[in-house]
């Protein structure tokens, strides 16, 4: 301290050049923050849709006689979605069983993919052309809800595309 | 001039502000977010109860795919022909897997498929990109969607 009084000089940094700088800095970050939206996914495997009987699965339906089951060799479940012509969904089957509402859907889907006996391990769903990605949506959304008999989840699913017109016809 | 006549000079002490500023500098910088830039916020993506956001930690590849109502696919805001860009990224994938995975056969690619898809595009649109990406070896796919609806 002493020294400094008596030299008499003071180093002081020029800041407002600094402070110009980060201001500039500053109001661009301020521009161009814009907050992004949080966004949930649904993370499916979505192999290429297959003929609906397993060709390679070990068992083949009707080879053990002593096995009652007639749908062994079958593991896909089909969902069927038809759509209005503005694109909300119509009506909804799975396999050839009407349901009437997503609840009703909800519930078979839990009666059949839980029960121990179910062959089932991978749905496909036949989505009418017109049909909008939102009430598509939620019928995945429904699907991969879904445990299967082994207890895993069902991720496996795979679209197959009606024509609208020959809804319109049924 | 008259204060500096008399030896006496006001100078506001810069030190405190400039702290601040650096600290909201920080702040802004941390926050930013250069992925979004990928997302065309456009979009009505479809409301769904379930859907939760997964964070993949920067370990998985992922391919985002922006689809408008009337099927168009568009990456950083410019339209882009659906069968060669996803060609493309199929190719650039499959030579990343190849480095990385040198001994893995196997012919799905592992890059993730970020479907962002307008909530009333209908499903022949959507079903022709999902198609051209198995066709190119995609298996994994994302799709996404709100988890409540947002306050218009």
Request: hydrophobic share 45%.
């Amino acid at each position: 301290m002493a020294r400094r009084r008596r030299k008499q000089t003071e180093v002081e940094l020029n800041l407002a050049a600094m402070l110009d700088m980060a201001f500039q800095l500053l109001a661009f970050f301020i521009l161009t923050f814009k907050p992004s939206p949080v966004e949930g996914q649904i993370s499916l495997h979505l192999p290429p849709p297959k003929p609906v009987a397993n060709a390679q699965a070990e068992k083949q339906a009707g080879e053990n006689t002593a096995d009652l089951s007639p749908v062994a060799g079958l593991d896909t479940l089909i969902i069927s979605l038809f759509s209005t012509a503005s694109g909300d969904v119509a009506s909804m089957a799975v396999g050839e069983v009407n349901v009437g509402s997503q609840q009703e859907l909800d519930r078979r889907l839990r009666t059949i993919l839980k029960d121990p006996g179910s062959p089932f391990e991978q749905v496909i769903i036949q989505v009418d052309s017109a049909l909008r990605y939102e009430g598509l949506m939620q019928v995945v959304d429904i699907c991969t809800r879904q445990t299967l008999a082994n207890g895993q989840r069902l991720s496996k699913l795979s679209f197959v595309e009606l024509p609208h017109e020959a809804n319109a016809k049924k | 001039m008259s204060a500096s006549s008399h030896g006496s000079s006001a100078e506001p002490n810069l030190t405190p502000i400039l702290d601040m500023v650096f600290q909201l500098i920080t702040f802004f910088m941390l926050v930013i977010n250069f992925k979004s830039a990928a997302m065309d916020l456009s979009l009505k993506l479809p409301v769904i109860g379930s859907a939760q956001p997964v964070d993949m930690q920067g370990q998985e590849e992922l391919l985002v795919l922006n689809i408008d109502s009337a099927g168009k696919l568009k990456v950083f805001g410019v339209d882009k022909d659906i069968e060669r860009y996803i060609a493309t990224e199929a190719q650039v994938s499959r030579l990343a897997a190849r480095r990385n995975h040198a001994n893995d056969n196997d012919e799905s690619l592992r890059t993730i498929v970020v479907v962002r898809a307008d909530r009333t595009t209908p499903f022949h649109l959507l079903n022709r990109v999902i198609k051209v990406c198995q066709e190119h070896g995609f298996r994994r796919f994302s799709l996404k969607a709100m988890n409540r609806k947002e306050e218009t």
